[in-house]
């Protein structure tokens, strides 16, 4: 017993060495965690799992939710590190108890990690699935550690399970969004505009799918007029990279033709998208369809006959997505017109107006005297810019009678 009280003190002291080195010009492994490979694996890999466990709560402390936890890890320390903070939040996950926020448990949900058993040495079945040795898996656990310390913090928009909502200090829409059948239905066309091969069929479906949620709103607004709960909300959405920042164009363009304001966060690699709950939701399946589209669009030019390297160069993939995200903001605005201009949609206007302004004046509270235009940074490809308004009109959006 004297020994482990030893050992576990001795590790203690290693592991504070190793998470408070300077992580400039290192080694990897760095000797502080060769040296822990001289104490009980137990107790080491005991201390570890706590260490990450803490970075997990400390990070949602700061208003962090699980998804952009693991993208946070994920863009700094490459798929080793990701891996790893994605079977912490599960591990965490695990351990919390009380109601689960339904975007909080989606998040969990998609998580790579979300099968595995977390009870009992999870990290030991971690390193031995990946093929990682203890030094390695200890500066990982370090790294992840030093990412998640350093996060600023955000907007708390959704409660951690068990916390308190009224901590909350902007709501995100509360209930699972799939529950409405028309945005059921809007989904269901943009999963099958992502998953065919066939170019005429994608743009039929994406189109009828803007369509239907441009109508939605005005039926609501014209049915419905205004709800007590109606009030802007927030959401965060993920930035993938590469070309983040052309993406977030694309993101912008979709959130004004939905009555909503997005913003990135800089450096962060998230935006903040300000709207009403169910205008967020099209907002989110919507950007998402599009980014798969963009994505099977870029590929085919890509690998285009006779299309050489240029295709593959970062400045023409750049290009493609800003060309993309202009064409389709074009696009939206003659959707959104079209619908706007059927004499049934008249009654619904000044609901709309309403909304929109809600937005506005919501966003402008939030984010006034922060706002900074910027370019989009890179060289400018005008074949790929080209290309990607080419592919933006092939994903045109005017209505197209469909059955889904």
Excluded at 178 to 184: I, Y
């Amino acid at each position: 017993m004297t020994g482990d009280r030893y050992d576990a003190r001795a590790a203690r002291e290693v592991w504070q060495r190793l998470l408070w080195r300077p992580t400039e010009s290192r080694r990897v492994p760095t000797a502080e965690a060769e040296r822990l490979t001289a104490f009980s694996v137990t107790i080491v890999d005991q201390m570890a799992e706590r260490i990450l466990l803490q970075s997990v709560a400390s990070a949602y402390g700061l208003g962090w939710q699980p998804a952009e936890v693991v993208h946070a890890v994920t863009r700094r320390l490459g798929r080793t590190g990701g891996r790893l903070v994605d079977l912490a939040v599960v591990a965490d996950h695990d351990r919390r108890a009380g109601t689960v926020h339904p975007r909080w448990q989606a998040q969990v949900d998609r998580l790579s990690a979300s099968s595995e058993a977390t009870r009992l040495d999870w990290l030991r079945r971690w390193r031995r699935r990946g093929a990682v040795d203890r030094p390695r898996c200890y500066d990982a656990a370090a790294d992840v550690w030093r990412v998640l310390a350093r996060l600023p913090r955000v907007p708390l928009l959704v409660p951690p399970p068990g916390a308190d909502p009224s901590i909350v200090e902007m709501a995100s829409p509360t209930g699972p969004t799939a529950a409405d059948p028309a945005l059921e239905r809007i989904r269901k066309l943009l999963a099958k505009a992502e998953s065919t091969a066939f170019e005429a069929e994608a743009q039929a479906l994406t189109a009828k799918a803007q369509e239907l949620m441009a109508r939605h709103a005005v039926d609501r607004a014209r049915l419905l007029g205004r709800a007590a709960d109606d009030r802007p909300r927030m959401i965060r959405i993920l930035l993938e990279p590469p070309y983040a920042a052309a993406k977030g164009v694309l993101l912008a363009a979709v959130a004004r033709a939905n009555r909503c304001r997005s913003v990135e966060l800089g450096g962060l690699g998230l935006a903040a998208v300000v709207g009403h709950a169910e205008d967020l939701a099209t907002v989110e399946v919507l950007f998402t369809s599009l980014l798969v589209q963009a994505g099977h669009a870029l590929a085919a030019a890509a690998h285009g006959a006779g299309s050489g390297e240029r295709p593959r160069s970062a400045a023409f993939r750049q290009s493609f997505h800003l060309g993309f995200a202009a064409r389709i903001r074009e696009r939206l605005v003659a959707v959104e017109a079209q619908v706007l201009a059927d004499p049934g949609s008249s009654g619904a206007l000044p609901v709309l107006r309403s909304r929109v302004a809600e937005v506005e004046e919501e966003f402008e509270r939030l984010f006034a005297g922060r706002l900074h235009e910027r370019n989009v940074g890179g060289r400018y490809d005008a074949l790929g810019a080209a290309q990607g308004r080419t592919a933006g009109d092939r994903a045109r959006l005017h209505a197209g009678e469909l059955s889904a």
